[in-house]
T-cell receptor
Framework: DTGVSQNPRHKITKRGQNVTFRCDPI?????LYWYRQTLGQGPEFLTY????????KSRLLSDRFSAERPKGSFSTLEIQRTEQGDSAMYLC???????????????FGPGTRLTVL | QKEVEQDPGPLSVPEGAIVSLNCTYS??????FMWYRQYSRKGPELLMY????GNKEDGRFTAQVDKSSKYISLFIRDSQPSDSATYLC?????????FGTGTSLTVIP
């Protein structure tokens, strides 16, 4: 399978716990994005990486959220001290865009559905 | 004003009908325009992408971009029940992508 993969697919946690999600992009894709999607809404941009560098973060990304892409391949998104408002689908997408500022299309993974009780 | 506006529907059509889905946008810098299909509780699946203005056809799907009107469309010919999903438009001017809220489509057999 050469598509974007995400793990876990579902996560149920109690308020206050930390959670970590993983994304494996399409091989050789330089750019990796994280989005959050709630019911009835389109994906909302959280952050993106060009190779291992995190180039942009949304104002939606509070200090409880942190993302890494240590070797420019897979990425992790961690949410600390989860709140009920964090319940959403967390989507990862990758793009072959090779240069910062360049535009190219993107391909999504299946998402991780987070439920905070 | 949102960057991208999309009528959420829901839209219900009989099998075989032609479906027209539309989005408007405000940022004239957008150059890449995409349509995604999303089934319930799944990630968006890329259907079509277009660079700048014009038409692009792929099987039963046609994407149109009118940059002068800041208006994009997706047409689905001979719609099938398997086309029932939410359709998201997206557009980009560089590093970030902006999505519409999605239009929910049901094709009735």
């Amino acid at each position: 399978d050469t598509g974007v993969s995400q793990n876990p697919r579902h996560k149920i946690t109690k308020r206050g716990q930390n959670v970590t999600f993983r994304c494996d992009p399409i091989s050789e894709h330089n750019r990796l994005y994280w989005y959050r999607q709630t019911l009835g809404q389109g994906p909302e941009f959280l952050t993106y990486f060009q190779n291992e560098a995190q180039l942009e973060k949304s104002r939606l990304l509070s200090d409880r959220f942190s993302a890494e892409r240590p070797k420019g391949s897979f990425s992790t998104l961690e949410i600390q001290r989860t709140e009920q408002g964090d319940s959403a689908m967390y989507l990862c997408a990758s793009s072959p865009a090779r240069l910062a500022g360049a535009t190219d299309t993107q391909y999504f993974g299946p998402g991780t559905r987070l439920t905070v009780l | 004003q949102k960057e991208v506006e999309q009528d959420p529907g829901p839209l219900s059509v009989p099998e075989g009908a032609i479906v027209s889905l539309n989005c408007t946008y405000s940022n004239s810098a957008f150059q890449y325009f995409m349509w995604y299909r999303q089934y319930s509780r799944k990630g968006p699946e890329l259907l079509m992408y277009t660079y700048s203005s014009g038409n692009k056809e792929d099987g039963r799907f046609t994407a149109q971009v009118d940059k002068s009107s800041k208006y994009i469309s997706l047409f689905i010919r001979d719609s099938q029940p398997s086309d029932s999903a939410t359709y998201l438009c997206a557009m980009s001017a560089g590093n970030q992508f902006y999505f519409g809220t999605g239009t929910s489509l049901t094709v009735i057999p």
